[in-house]
């Protein structure tokens, strides 16, 4: 069974990249068909998807956060990394990574990390 686990900074600075890791154990992130995402829920909200980044190494963006997301990833080292540049008070949220399970039918979020908080103040 796959288990992820985000890492990170707590606090950054307005203006600051942000940088987030997961770390994956009992999966292959080039294994056909599974999807490799980050969300994040700011305080009083729905969850917002960011983007994924897919067995094959492409990279997918929510539209609204393209031009300031970066996801890579390492699969010698088992993790994949969220860049999120230029960050607002608006960026504070609960920060999670998720695997999504692309079936015949439908996708699935089948494995879900703790989360990481992540404040923007000055």
């Known amino acids: 069974q796959v288990q992820l686990q985000e890492s990170g900074p707590g606090l950054v600075k307005p203006s600051q990249t942000v940088s987030l890791t997961c770390t994956v154990s009992g999966g292959s992130m080039t294994t056909t068909n599974f999807f490799w995402s980050w969300i994040r829920q700011p305080p009083g909200k729905g969850l917002e998807w960011i983007g994924y980044?897919?067995?094959?190494?492409?990279?997918y963006y929510n539209p609204s956060l393209k031009s300031r997301t970066s996801i890579s990833r390492d699969t010698s080292e088992n993790h994949f990394t969220l860049h999120l540049s230029s960050v607002t008070p608006e960026d504070t949220a609960v920060y999670y990574c998720a695997r999504i399970y692309a079936s015949l039918w439908w996708d699935e979020y089948d494995s879900w990390g703790q989360g990481t908080q992540v404040t923007v103040s000055s």
């Open positions: 980044i897919a067995f094959d190494g492409r990279t």
